[in-house]
């Protein structure tokens, strides 16, 4: 689950929201295209507070949160039929177009993916046979550079290194291949859901690359000073 921020960070104030924000919709992102949606799962965020941060995001935040919540309990087993049949059909790891960022570069990223999440310390427990290029497991990355980025607030030096890490890691690898991956599948399902978190998707990870560095740039200004 997304953390926090302690009160004691200093974040411009156009970055307090997108901080706030930003774990939830990674998590809400990792949730719906890395697995197949489950009535419990689609229930839980029908409910919660956390799709409103989407769509404090973006129009296509909003268009999320306007068909999952508020619905009456047969109306979600109904999303949940539909959906789940359209991941299946879209997404799942079985499918020959993977959505994988191999599918998308024409160098191979396999040997970058690994010396990356090795240099990072992080090893994944893959339930479903994800490979290390699954938009999930990459969204998965940057939530738990958040993460760690939010538990080093007071080392100046690891916090800049996380945000270093993480818009190298977005601009190399997420931003190069999600836009065509986005545009691809919108334009191959009718789907409500997948339409809407396709959309949320390329606008979230452009801003927030945008807001990365912005707050980067603030942090580098004042140890200057």
Known sequence: MAISPVQTLEVPDVCHRWLENRGTVYELLIDFLGNCPSLSMIAEWSRGSGISKAAECSKAGTDLMKYLCGRSPEELVRICEYEGAEYRRLLQQSKPRQAAESHYTKDGCAQDLADCYASAGVAFNKLHGEA???????????????????????????????????????????????PSL?????????????????????????????????????????LVH
């Open 132 to 178: 290390d290029d699954h938009i999930a497991i990459e969204l998965e990355f940057m939530t738990l550079l958040h993460d760690r980025m939010l538990n080093n607030t007071y080392c100046e030096d690891s916090m800049l290194q996380l945000m270093e890490v993480q818009e190298q890691f977005l601009e190399e690898h997420l931003l190069s291949w999600v």
């Open 182 to 222: 986005c545009k691809d599948l919108k334009g191959s399902t009718q789907s409500p859901l997948y339409q809407s978190l396709f959309s949320l998707l390329e606008e979230f990870l452009a801003q927030d690359l945008n807001m990365l560095k912005t707050w980067k740039h603030s942090k580098e200004a004042i």
